[in-house]
């Protein structure tokens, strides 16, 4: 997505990009006539907001504990150093952990967030001793177990956004 490009979603994008978040199967047919839109017009706005990198792609939503991963970890990791040669082989090292379902560097006290699912205590165990812990600049790590989620959304709330300006040609 170039940040360059000014942006403008009128009602008609939000509504494709809101029935795309809630069903990413739906045919094109079935978005136009939720939306009150003709197929073909639809389908233009549709390929707009892939092309603007809007809409980054499609997946399926796999439940972790149906296929085994039962544990949700949430892991603080603070560097000894903070210098963008440190930062950038860390950000290397953990996106090659397929554990790491998601990575934010933070401000506070821990340098990263980590969000990890595992199948057991042990390959969690396993996870920390033998992967994130041997990565060169960790310094100090800090985790906590989910009990249970509380609220998951994968929609994100497109008709209360504002976008920054960039225009979809």
Do not use: K, W
């Amino acid at each position: 997505m170039s940040n360059d490009l000014p942006i403008s979603l009128d009602s008609f994008d939000r509504a494709i990009l809101a029935h795309l978040q809630r069903d990413g199967r739906a045919t094109n047919q079935e978005i136009a006539d939720a939306i009150g839109l003709s197929p073909s017009p639809c389908l233009r706005r549709i390929r707009r907001l892939e092309a603007a990198g809007v809409i980054s792609g499609y997946v399926a939503l796999l439940d972790p504990a149906a296929i085994g991963l039962g544990i949700t970890a949430f892991i603080r990791v603070r560097l000894d150093r903070q210098q963008d040669s440190g930062l950038a082989a860390f950000e290397a090292a953990i996106a090659a952990c397929p554990e790491v379902m998601e990575c934010y560097l933070m401000t506070g006290e821990a340098d990263y967030q980590l969000r990890v699912l595992v199948a057991s205590i042990a390959d969690f165990e396993d996870f920390m001793r033998h992967r994130l812990t041997t990565i060169p600049g960790v310094g100090q790590v800090t985790s906590s177990f989910a009990l249970r989620p509380v609220v998951t959304r994968t929609a994100l709330p497109v008709a209360q956004s504002q976008p920054r300006q960039r225009a979809i040609t």
